[in-house]
């Protein structure tokens, strides 16, 4: 997390380079008992050394912190987000935390309501979905000197700790399958758009392979067949009409190619059809669906023990990328 200035350090700064937590350089700032007269003074030199200056509004969160970590979802309605709960939660929890967790419904002003609320309640960390969030977001929590982790995304310059995929990548991935399969015309089926700006980002890998323009159908619910379907019946009535489809995420991809098959048409002779995420139910169809695999649990579990490191005053890597991969089904053709 970066300093205030360039010549003053944090208390996550200071709880770094002497090893400890930051609720223990608090403790030994503030002369509460529980840290011994020894450790008291060496967490009292590197302080000193590092230029420490307490902020006082965040010195009482931190001194009285709780054994509460907040998880903000979008939704639980996704199951991409229910996989990468477990492996967080689990890891969290093994090491003796609890966890508090509310969904947004991928709304900035409900997240930025809802960590002002949990702050309150002095956690130990918190998780967030994404990199993308309300303006006063960012400041809060660093000013709150709070472990944060951000899941699902990367960025360069996180809140203070990320693990996720690149999802512009992972469109380019997609992309570059499908146009060396000899597909041509692309379409996209996904929500609407500024709703999930992590899906934005694989449309943007999708042109740049396919070096076109994108048509795209956006739907109310994103993780509904039907929605999924819908779509798919509008982008056939387009002429010309797109002969590889790119789908938000599985469920959709499902109904959609119920759909072109309803409508007489080939898959994937007469059109291609490409999810995300791997979904269990993709195993379970009939023709095995082509999509790309995330890293979900993974992410969940690193997320977590990175974020614990964290709590314990120690600096790990604060992005960490982890890949994706292409799972060819028969819903594209060979190669």
């Not at 195993?283 to 999509?291: E, F, I, K, N, R």
Request: glycine share 8%.
């Amino acid at each position: 997390m970066s300093k205030r200035n360039s010549d003053r350090a944090g208390l996550r700064e200071v709880a770094a380079a002497a090893g400890v937590s930051m609720m223990t350089v608090s403790r030994a700032i503030r002369g509460i008992e529980g840290v011994s007269d020894k450790k008291r003074a060496e967490i009292l030199r590197v302080a000193k050394r590092l230029n420490y200056s307490p902020n006082l509004n965040a010195r009482s969160l931190v001194a009285e912190a709780s054994d509460l970590v907040g998880i903000s979802l979008p939704t639980l309605y996704n199951d991409v987000f229910a996989g990468m709960l477990a492996g967080m939660r689990n890891t969290i929890t093994n090491a003796g935390f609890a966890t508090v967790l509310d969904t947004t419904n991928y709304d900035l002003d409900v997240e930025l309501d809802w960590v002002q609320r949990v702050l309150s309640w002095r956690p130990a960390a918190m998780v967030l979905t994404g990199v993308h969030h309300h303006p006063e977001l960012r400041d809060t929590l660093r000013q709150a000197e709070i472990p944060t982790l951000e899941i699902w995304d990367v960025t360069a310059d996180p809140i203070d700790l990320c693990v996720g995929l690149d999802h512009r990548n992972a469109g380019l991935v997609a992309g570059n399958y499908a146009r060396k399969l000899g597909y041509k015309r692309p379409a996209f089926v996904g929500a609407p758009r500024g709703i999930d700006l992590r899906a934005e980002k694989r449309v943007e890998g999708l042109r740049t392979a396919f070096d076109t323009h994108l048509p795209a159908e956006r739907v109310d619910d994103p993780n509904s067949y039907a929605a999924g379907a819908e779509g798919v019946r509008r982008l056939l009535d387009r002429d010309p009409r797109p002969d590889v489809l790119f789908f938000l995420n599985d469920h959709l991809a499902f109904g959609g190619m119920m759909a072109a098959q309803a409508a007489g048409l080939d898959v994937p002779g007469d059109i291609g059809i490409v999810g995300f995420n791997a979904l269990d139910l993709t195993t379970a169809l009939p023709v095995a669906l082509t999509t790309i695999q995330t890293p979900r649990r993974q992410i969940g579990v690193t997320g977590a023990r990175n974020l614990l490191a964290r709590i314990k005053g120690l600096s790990p890597d604060r992005t960490v990328q982890l890949p994706v991969e292409l799972l060819q089904g028969a819903t594209t053709r060979l190669q």
